[in-house]
């Protein structure tokens, strides 16, 4: 006798497992998809559902079968994986598939959950809003390959990162960077502008890096991708630029970092101090940059510059190298050397190169 199966609803209600809803789910993911099945879809599923199981995770698994079916000669799978990751994202988003909200309510929404930048709701009016709410194309979520749409719901969807629940779609990401982009500005072609930058998102016809992709309409604001720090010989700077790159970090930005500091041994307070060199304040950025992640999405990223004069140079230039002592090693931030004309014209002379520390000429 075959064992019966219960399935966990959301609401904790059991219920016996209807392969009949599945198999409907399955004939709707393959539709119009060319050398793909969905009754192989269902058979390799099969194997992976238990009793107790909730109605998530079924889903899930229907998910990871059709990807386990991605192969060089059946690449088509790809688009039933998606088709059936923008079903799981739409339910947990609208609690529907085919119905979306108005886009109004959708920001304010949003806006009180302290997910969107409430300053979208000054910049246009509900007429706008209106007009703007016939631009998306929310179709072309399905045209994402499974890989897509996976890699738009790790990153870049809002969510809330502990618990991983999203709170937009693809199309209304799309669209609500647009808005932000041309919010301020002044043209009468406004939403002529904010619907050609859709477009030109939404079909992936241009890429937005990472920090502007995922927190450009948020409240932090980030519209900077990569911030470039000078950090001067002095303490006052040192802390500051510190204090800048913690923030930046936590606003998913990348961080350049270009250094002048005096070298080991320099006098400091007229010969009161003697310097203790670059490398102990690289380690102390070091910290800044890996203390925090930049939203949840990947670790802070920063790169060092420093000029071919340094008199530290060539301790400078084994930073990363695996061997030698760790205190005289910085190894989780990039580093480059900044070389100029003088250098390049005493190298061809076969000439001497100068050494001297940033605090000898100023």
């Not at 339910?91 to 909200?101: I, L, S």
């Not at 913690?246 to 307070?269: C, K, T």
């Not at 990223?301 to 910085?330: C, Q, S």
Request: proline share 2%; aromatic share 10%.
């Amino acid at each position: 006798m075959t064992k019966q199966i219960y399935v966990v609803k959301r609401d904790d209600r059991r219920e016996l497992l209807d392969y009949e809803k599945i198999n409907k789910v399955l004939l709707w993911a393959t539709e119009d998809i060319t050398n793909v099945s969905a009754s192989d879809v269902a058979m390799n599923a099969k194997l992976q559902i238990f009793d107790g199981i909730s109605s998530f995770d079924i889903h899930r698994v229907l998910i990871q079968s059709a990807v386990d079916m991605i192969t060089e000669e059946t690449p088509n799978y790809q688009y039933v994986a998606s088709k059936l990751l923008n079903f799981l994202l739409r339910k947990e988003v609208f609690n529907t598939y085919n119905t979306f909200p108005r886009l109004k309510t959708f920001i304010k929404e949003n806006v009180d959950r302290g997910i969107y930048d409430s300053l979208i709701l000054t910049h246009y009016s509900e007429r706008e809003m209106d007009k703007i709410e016939q631009y998306i194309k929310h179709k072309r979520d399905e045209d994402l390959t499974y890989s897509g749409i996976q890699q738009l719901m790790d990153k870049y969807l809002c969510q809330d990162r502990k618990t991983g629940k999203h709170y937009e779609t693809p199309q209304f990401m799309y669209m609500l960077i647009s808005m932000t982009l041309f919010a301020s500005y002044t043209g009468e072609d406004r939403l002529d502008k904010v619907k050609k930058c859709y477009e030109m998102l939404s079909l992936q016809k241009i890429s937005l890096p990472t920090p502007i992709l995922a927190g450009v309409r948020t409240p932090n604001r980030q519209f900077a991708s990569c911030v470039l720090v000078d950090v001067a010989d002095d303490l006052d700077s040192i802390a500051a630029s510190n204090h800048a790159v913690l923030r930046y970090i936590s606003n998913r930005a990348g961080i350049g970092l270009n250094f002048r500091l005096r070298a080991i041994g320099s006098s400091v307070n007229n010969g009161e101090k003697v310097h203790t060199g670059i490398i102990p304040f690289l380690k102390m950025f070091e910290s800044a940059v890996k203390s925090c992640s930049q939203g949840g999405i990947r670790g802070g990223a920063a790169t060092a510059h420093y000029p071919f004069w340094h008199k530290e140079i060539m301790d400078i230039l084994v930073l990363k190298n695996n061997a030698g002592n760790e205190l005289a090693r910085v190894r989780r931030m990039d580093h480059s050397i900044q070389l100029c004309r003088l250098f390049y014209t005493r190298f061809v002379k076969r000439e001497n190169i100068s050494l001297f520390s940033a605090n000898d000429v100023p």
